[in-house]
């Protein structure tokens, strides 16, 4: 149901793309890519700073958002502003 109100919106990606290398003899990814283990809990830090500084700002809220991606993929937040 529409609120009836005019609403425009912009778009901010910051799209991080982890990279590992290795040696000529590295055989694939055998080890389960055992090298990125850590980037879940890099990108969670990573939400939750931009969640703190958007929520440390009068007049703007956060919420999570969903585009049908797993969140091991893609995180959507919607900032919303309070009207002006």
Known sequence: ??????????????RIEARCAFPDDYDGEGDGYAWARELEAIAADAVRAFVESARARPGWRVRAGNRGRPTDEEITLVLERDPV
Not at 1 to 14: A, C, I, K, P
Request: glycine letters at 8%; proline letters at 0%.
């Open 1 to 14: 149901m529409s609120s009836g109100n005019y609403v425009e919106e912009r778009e901010f990606t910051l």
